[in-house]
């Protein structure tokens, strides 16, 4: 169990200043329930509160935590779901992301989509009633560049009104070619932010890089893409401090990017081609913990949950803190318009119930899915 | 009370619940909700209007209630030239004269941007728009934005969705001391007490959106908003007495003054 692994010690990790979340985190085991109350009776919740609420002492009260994070969803995101659909790109990729199905020691034949592929997923996504779609590659390749990712994005905003990306780490005039073609938002995870972790993790490849990918989102928010999403990918290394790091992290692009949206994804290690097995397995309930904690202490950030949790984990989360889903997604690349690839996806999806079924849920729980959330007319005025 | 119609942008509107349209369930409640509330303006987010997908516009249900008075708003825009295109398209999708002027780049705590918001009403009032600001409860911005031609202005009563009530209403009262132009209470309000203390202090009218789509039951929620702001409106004209520090005897202690001889005042 998660809670039980021992506490990374802080000298093991150098840590950027603003994102150290020792001596906190050693903290965590010997919060009370006295410490869980203060937080959820917290007029502005802070890194102190989240602590409490990620604690062990938290369990006991996770009926409370979880009305209270229905209670700020509902109130700053109402009875609604936006909703959004990744399409992967490309699976070519000099990664060697221990954790990650595309990584380049994958035995696997590799595709990028040509453009006129690209037009043709989009069309068929489109048809699907979609107005979000988020852009993937692997890392940088001739076949899946800038240039390539700059004419891709121009397609999907003819067809979209708000095109996100998650690739790789750019530099700023990047970032701003890409923003001007129409990409309005960029994921970027840490995956963890621990250092020692991470090295051991990325075997190769320019992802080695800790540093340039921290900073790529204020790189990415410094050239004029309006959204950033974070994360980490739970389950590569200690969550306590995995969490408290990201929370930093929000925080300090909060205050310096004030009129940008930072974003919040969950993602959690799946079954993929590689078999690696996470070595902190964070169980449904701990996921759960975290992201209500995260929706206690930062109530307006927009937290979404991919089709990577099950039917049921999702059902159950969805207004409750998650105010944000993809659905009918392949995570293969291309798979909209010729439904069945040979090649098998990035990684497992777990709810795999198609557009009209997956709002039928939600609408039996009295939430309005919302494809349209954003208007495309403010991307092409500043741009 | 249909003597006391609110007249706004040239248009007579005998109720003076405004209410936003975002963050209901579906559109069947939103639909009840408006029906139960007398509402006859509401406000729609341009981000909201999908012209490819009627099934996801949020236009196409509040399209079919007649005589409903439908004011596209900008939120979403960071600054005034987003703004204004957003005005304009909104403007040309809807037919309306009305503009909900938006404008609140801090994607987390929603407050309005007063010096962007200033300069949109700036550019949009000579392009024939009546201009609805949504502005931080500031008297002096009130003031410059009524001299430029806005229709109106929109303090808000708190920050977005945080149904904190009126937590500006010492500077609501400044506002409306010294507005020649409508002032509507915008955003924050929790509880229908909050709707009719705003209506009592002599605001035009509320407007109200998460109060009523986010209660447990939202028709009921709006029909008591729509008492609430009739009752605080009434009383408003009735007005209040004056209120005192001290109990005002019924027996009064000072009378003898006026009738004592000697006196040399």
Redesign the interface.
Known sequence: MTHSTPTPSPESDLWPDDLNPFPLRSRIPHLSARNVQEALAAETPDETHLAALLSPAAQPFLETIAHLAQRLT???????IALYVPLYLSDICSGGCVYCGFAADRPRPRHALSLDEVESELLAI?TL?F?EILLLTGERAPQANVDYLDAAIQKASLHF?RVTLEVFPMDTLEYHRLANAGCTGVSLYQETYQRSDYAVLHRWGPKRDYEARLDAPSRALDAGI??VGLGVLWGLADPLTDALALYRHVRRL?RRF????ITLAFPRIRPQAGDFQPPFPIDERFLAQIIWAFRICLP??SMSLSTRESPVFRDGMAGVGINKMSIASRTTVGGYQTPHPANEGQFIIHDDRDLPTFCRAL?NK???P??????S??RT??A | MNNDLFKLGGRSFSSRLFLGT?????SGIMARALAGSGAQLVTVA?????R??P???LCVPLLKIPGLCLVPNTS????A??AV??AL?GRELTDSPFVKLEIH??????LPDPIETYEAARRLVPLGFQVLPYIPADPVLSKRLEDLGCAAVMPLGAPI???RGLATLDMIRLILADSSIPVIVDAGLRAPSDAALAMELGCSAVLVN?AI??ASDPIEMAIAFAEAVGAGRRAFRAGLMERSAFASATSPLTTFLDSSSGSSR
């Open positions: 509902l109130r700053h995101f109402g009875r609604t489109k009633g107005e009104h309006r959204s909060q004030w009129q940008s949206e307006t950030v609408k009295g939430l309005e919302i494809f349209k959330n954003w208007e007319l403010y005025v500043s | 975002g963050k209901f369930a579906d341009l981000r909201r209007f999908n490819d997908n099934a996801d516009d979403g825009a960071r600054n030239e987003e295109q957003a398209l780049p801090n994607p987390h705590h929603l969705g945080t149904g998460s789509a986010a």
